[in-house]
């Protein structure tokens, strides 16, 4: 008898009226929020605008979600397009099937339109991202469990997930790798903000660090899956795909630190230029006050000068006049 467990939801989608609202599509729009939200904070603690991150995300997270969809439908054809499936299954997306690999890809395409319609470095948007995109995939990963998809192999442990008969999947308990990899993806997360603290990641760094980080835990929990997949020399592709992406990552992280060292001192030019705008708006300000004290203090002096020349004729005229005085009581004098 099982004693432990951990159950799955009867349903991944409840029904409000004639809306559908699906368990997996609310992870996906909950990952994304709190990954702009946390990019947000991080842009701005760079020296970058509130805002930029969202509006660079409008172009990333549809990019994103298309270039997902593609790599799991390219990769997985056969659920839909072999004798008895229908291809019509391929565009619903809501039922899950996203592949994380083809979403970094064309998500990067749709951020580097954003980023060079705002005169970014994609590389800098990358480095504030990371994390948050992390944090992101932990909690899509719970998309999986409310659909029941993508479990591991049958195990007894107390952690075991249990899955109900359906289509495709039978009932038992499988090693929960959705919440494996969501743990992992929590710790990549926190493993690069800390990274990015201490040693400043800049040009890319951080998100290549996030990517390395991340394939090593995709290899072991990707082992652990049980859902149909191509295999290639013994390994499931996706086991493939990280192992190269991951390595990838790495060479860029050695090879980008001896080439260029250091972090971007400037993340948003345009937000740069108009600090400097402001800057220079109240140096000119203050000069001008200066130049208006100065300009008062001659006008003092200039004023008190003209009263000093005004009382010296006055004075020589009443000497003047006491002269003359004088000159003419000793005249009288004289004649007496």
Known sequence: MDLAYIPSPSTGVIHLGPIPLRGYAFCIIIGVFVAVWLGNK?????????????????WAVPFGLVGGRLYHVITDYQLY?????????AFKIWEGGLGIWGAIALGAVGAWIGCRRRGISLPVYADVIAPGIAFAQAIGRWGNWFNQELYGKP??????????????REAGLYHPTFLYESLWNVAVGFLVIWADRRFKLGHGRAFALYVAAYCSGRVW??????????HILGLRLNVWTAIVVGLLAVVYL???????????EIVEPRAAEKT????????????????????????????AAAEDRAAGPGDGTED???????????????KS
Do not use: C, M, Q, Y
């Open 221 to 230: 929990t990707e082992a652990l899956r049980v859902d149909e997949a191509h």
């Open 42 to 58: 991080r842009w701005i603690a760079r020296g970058g605008t509130a805002g930029t991150v969202a509006d660079i995300a409008v």
């Open 155 to 168: 195990t007894d442990v107390p952690w075991a997930l249990k899955i109900t008969e359906g289509t495709n």
């Open 254 to 264: 050695v090879v980008s630190a001896r080439l260029r060292p250091g972090r971007e």
């Open 320 to 334: 003047g006049t006491e002269g003359d005085g004088a000159g003419h009581g000793a005249g009288s004098a004289a």
């Open 81 to 89: 397009f072999s004798e008895g499936e229908n291809w019509v299954d």
């Open 276 to 303: 400097a705008g402001k800057t220079d708006a109240v140096e000119g300000a203050e000069t001008a006050g200066t130049a208006d004290v100065t300009d008062a203090a001659g006008a003092g002096e200039d004023r």
